[in-house]
């Protein structure tokens, strides 16, 4: 079976500015995907069907090269062995603990108070789970993946996105700006605030977390946890752009 499409590949975790990224990385010429599809990558099946869910509400640009698909959630899983994921170009992002855990906690809590990553506990172990496949990733997978810490996305734009397109490899660079699409704020697929939709990035992207309350010792397990993590990603990277 032959893949016409080479694949791009973010691993990270919830409220890590992956949307805003997702959608920066969509909006090239040459990129086609911008959104979470929940979904492992196994197999050649699943390839294939990467692309026909793509193309159920958006259309394959006619120029288009690669594929993008963003996975931060341990249920999905990429089997590197495939010989079409050989060439596949990978990224790892971590964001901050606090305002990560504070971010899914507000965000869930908005939906529903009963939802676990609406409460302080459950958000840390999602936090602290993911960083450790993440770990394990990094470990198995060296040198075959790039970070890059994503709080960049909002303070260091142009130079993350200057540095996202050579590793890449295309000759196109990646806007600061971008388009919105059929799934652009639907839930499920990322972000669902309005801020999504301004197409370009604001300030406003910095919640405010300040009425969010965490318990000390959930903070400093977790930040031992991301300063372990971090160090591991950093050193078995291919390269990286991480702040010293």
């Known amino acids: ?31 086609n995907g911008y959104y979470e599809m929940h979904q492992s990558y196994l197999s050649d099946a699943d390839l294939a069907q990467q692309i026909a869910d793509y193309s159920q509400h958006d259309s394959l640009k006619p120029d288009s090269h690669y594929q993008f698909d963003k996975l931060l959630h341990n249920d999905y899983r990429l089997n590197l062995s495939l010989p079409a994921l050989q060439n596949a170009i990978i990224f790892i992002a971590l964001r901050q603990p606090e305002p990560t855990i504070k971010s899914i906690i507000k965000l869930f809590q908005q939906k529903s108070s ?11 172990d999602y936090y602290l789970e993911r960083l450790q496949t993440l770990t394990d990733f990094a470990q198995q997978h060296p040198q075959r993946y790039y970070y890059f810490d994503t709080e ?3 303070t260091d734009t142009d130079r993350l996105l200057s ?21 652009t704020g639907v839930a499920g ?15 406003d992207f910095q919640e405010a977390l300040d009425d969010v309350a965490l318990d000390a010792t959930l ?26």
């Open 1 to 31: 079976m032959t893949h016409p499409y080479s694949r791009i590949f973010l691993l990270s975790h919830m409220r890590a500015y992956s949307s805003l990224l997702g959608h920066i990385i969509g909006s090239h010429p040459r990129i």
């Open 189 to 203: 697929a990322g972000d669902t605030s309005p801020l999504i939709h301004t197409g370009k990035i604001l300030p």
């Open 152 to 154: 960049k996305v909002c």
């Open 114 to 124: 009963d939802d676990l990553y609406a409460q302080p506990t459950g958000a840390t």
């Open 219 to 244: 903070l400093q397990q977790a930040t031992q946890a991301y300063q372990s993590c971090r160090q591991q990603l950093i050193h078995n990277a291919k390269g990286s752009l991480a702040s010293t």
């Open 163 to 183: 540095q996202l397109q050579q590793w890449i490899g295309m000759a196109e660079p990646l806007s600061p700006e971008y388009g919105s699409f059929a799934k």
